[in-house]
């Protein structure tokens, strides 16, 4: 069912630095699929909103009950009826429709996304994803959605950073946080480095700023390359 | 119960609910959320209640006031952690409140089952997570499930936007969200809403909520003439 990628051969960028946060946004709307139906997850994966082309023909899900969901609202338009997942006021542009929460999680359980994008702690090389919890003993566990859309999409796609703030990878052999999904990710987007993930381990299709060597070199999992 | 009845007053809605009971609270933070009723609750003074929400409060109004007045002994919920669920965050911390987090459609999904008479069902959600721990598991078709049981309400208390005499409800934009739901999944479902009209004034195509559903209708804006009458 994965997007096939286009790709035929890993490509590194080393003539510049790692993305930044829009660029990362830019890469992973490049590569949704005109006509898909997708679910930007709260936070940094919402801003891949903002690099869908008019033209991309991408119909936005919200699991609060929303399909066609439009851009954030602003002045006038704020609507307190009208919010998306990570409850921002949005816009209702024409062919929008409504639904109760059964039916939006139904339609995520069901298969019937393309494609979600969610951001991540930690995900492993077979694609299971931990991204609700660090596993802290005083944390107020809150999970939302965020389990039914990492096992409900066609694609699910995480956009992270490669690298903790102390260094440590986030693309690991196994995840060390609690379990949010088990071999459910597809893609992982991070600043570094484009990489499938799944049952047959990580690829890296595009690094940016360093090079398959050094990847390996700071990632403890076998990489693969196309 | 048998026709859905028009109400004067809130503290009319909430009559009854007993100690105990297990109450649905609709709502996605502001949007839905049945402020009028949750206010009558907290005067009505029903206590050791369990609450299935989606959050479990914001501020210091709404579910954080009946949280605040100890009239909750369990909290159901998806999120419960926010940047203004400060009252949720000191009872939890302090033991003062038991929480069942559960992941939103699964709780969506549970109260379905519950309104439609299913015993329970085989879900995707959560396998090989915290959240499946303890629960049976099974392979079907070669994909691995959980079971899940139905979260059945004594009560719901919903908004929506506009209701008819035979209790039919038709909700506005993403407030929507758990109202449709929770209305079938509880013995008595009380529900406030924007404006009553007449029969015939809703098309028959385009109820949402069908008035087998609702007990009581509390019209908001006959509330606010009544204010202004008195």
Known sequence: MSIAVAATQTLEHLDRGPLSKDELAALVARDIPQGSYVNLGIGQPTTVADHLSADSGVVLHTENGMLGMGRAAQGDEIDPDLINA????????????????????????????????????????????????????????????????????????????????????????????PLTGVGCVSRVYTDRALFLVGADGATVVETFGMSVEELDERLDIDLRTL | MSRAQIVTSPAEAVAGIEDGSTVLVGGFGMAGMPVTLIDALIEQGASDLTIVSNNAGNGDTGLAALLAAGRVRKVICSFPRQHDSYVFDDLYRSGKLE????????????????????????????????????????????????????????????????????????????????????????????????????????????????????????????????????
């Not at chain 1, 109760?100 to 492993?124: E, N, P, W, Y």
């Not at chain 2, 079907?140 to 719901?156: K, M």
């Open chain 2, 99 to 230: 929480l069942e987090v559960v992941p939103q459609g699964n709780l969506a999904e549970r109260m379905r089952a519950a309104g439609a008479g299913i015993g329970a069902f085989y879900c995707p959600t959560g396998v090989g997570t915290p959240l499946a721990e303890g629960k049976e598991r099974r392979t079907i078709d070669g994909r691995d499930y959980v079971l899940e049981y139905p979260i059945q309400g004594d009560y719901a208390l919903i908004g929506a936007q506009t209701a008819d005499p035979m209790g039919n409800l038709l909700y506005r934009k993403t407030a929507r969200n758990f109202g449709p739901v929770m209305a079938t999944a509880a013995r008595t479902t009380i529900v406030e809403v924007r404006e009553t009209v007449g029969l015939g004034e809703i098309d028959p195509e385009a109820v949402v909520t069908p008035g087998i559903y609702v007990d009581r209708i509390l019209d908001l804006s006959a509330l606010a003439s009544q204010e202004v009458a008195s």
């Open chain 1, 86 to 177: 990570g409850k921002v006021p949005v816009t209702e542009p024409p062919g929008a429709a409504y639904f109760h929460h059964a039916d939006s999680f139904a339609m995520m359980r069901g298969g019937h996304l393309d494609v979600c994008v969610l951001g991540a702690f930690q995900v492993s090389a077979t694609g299971d994803l931990a991204n609700w919890h660090t596993g802290a003993p005083d944390a107020i566990p809150a999970v939302g959605g965020a389990m039914d859309l990492a096992i409900g999409a066609k694609d699910v796609f995480v956009m992270m950073t490669l690298f903790a703030k102390d260094g440590t990878a986030k693309l690991v052999s196994e995840c060390t946080y």
